[in-house]
């Protein structure tokens, strides 16, 4: 199946690493060349697109393959209108599953029927294929996993950035140790946000009590 051009999709969720421009190091597109050991091909994480309130099933399928899949999905209580409490498995980022494989593996996981696409890089320059397909870096991919596997509040998604605001560290709770920037929202609560280049930014409540701010000569890591 071929790969086409994927809008930039931007998606909050309540934690937001630095703010890095599209041409720097935050994120790559696809090395032609191999890994630090000679003759070993990198594997990294892209992105598959496939048909909406299937990525679990779908997830499942690449397990099974031998692929390594993942989910963005967060672990919450629904409340029914009998009064019982359930425990679900939410998707987050709907239609997408997050695949950590080599150039090669990806190309022929893109030619199964449930896969559509992989996400491409409308930053990158364009070579005799079209886009560059994106990779998510992996320390980005350990954020994103550590929110959705610790938040007490649930991760949130949406189709807009905001401006970036103090550098903060959290230093109480099942966060502790995440960097990231503090937004103030317009009901006056406090925020904390990381960012997943290509796809957007993750947010979630915080307390002010939890966190403390990272000095200048601190830096945040991609």
């Known amino acids: 199946m071929s790969e086409i051009?994927?809008?930039?999709?931007?998606?909050?969720?309540?934690?937001?690493?630095?703010?890095?421009?599209?041409?720097?190091?935050?994120?790559?597109?696809?090395?032609?060349?191999?890994?630090?050991?000679?003759g070993v091909e990198k594997a990294n994480w892209y992105v598959a697109i496939v048909n909406n309130r299937s990525e679990k099933v779908t997830a499942e399928k690449l397990s099974n393959e031998g692929y390594e899949a993942y989910v963005a999905s967060q672990e919450e209580y629904r409340l029914w209108r009998n009064g019982k409490k359930k425990k679900i498995d939410r998707v987050v980022i709907p239609s997408m599953v997050f695949l950590h494989c080599t150039e090669n593996e990806r190309r022929s996981v893109v030619t199964l029927p449930y896969i559509y696409r992989f996400l491409t890089n409308k930053a990158?320059?364009?070579?005799?294929?079209?886009?560059?397909?994106?990779?998510?870096?992996?320390?980005?991919?350990?954020?994103?996993?550590?929110?959705?596997?610790?938040?007490?509040?649930?991760?949130?998604?949406?189709?807009?950035?905001?401006?970036?605001?103090?550098?903060?560290?959290?230093?109480?709770?099942?966060?502790?140790?995440?960097?990231?920037?503090?937004?103030?929202?317009?009901?006056?609560?406090?925020?904390?946000?990381?960012?997943?280049?290509i796809l957007g930014c993750a947010k979630v409540s915080i307390d002010p009590i939890d966190i403390e701010p990272i000095n200048n000569n601190s830096t945040l890591h991609d």
């Not at 690493?17 to 696809?30: G, H, K, L, R, Y």
């Not at 949130?156 to 103090?166: A, I, L, Q, S």
């Open 5 to 38: 051009s994927c809008q930039e999709m931007l998606i909050k969720i309540g934690f937001k690493v630095m703010n890095i421009q599209a041409n720097n190091d935050s994120f790559s597109t696809v090395p032609d060349g191999v890994d630090d050991a000679v």
């Open 124 to 197: 990158g320059n364009p070579n005799k294929f079209g886009r560059p397909v994106a990779i998510i870096p992996d320390r980005q991919m350990y954020q994103l996993k550590f929110m959705l596997g610790n938040s007490n509040s649930p991760v949130e998604f949406v189709d807009r950035m905001y401006t970036k605001g103090d550098k903060v560290r959290v230093i109480r709770g099942g966060l502790c140790g995440l960097e990231g920037e503090v937004i103030t929202s317009q009901d006056g609560k406090s925020e904390l946000w990381i960012r997943l280049d």
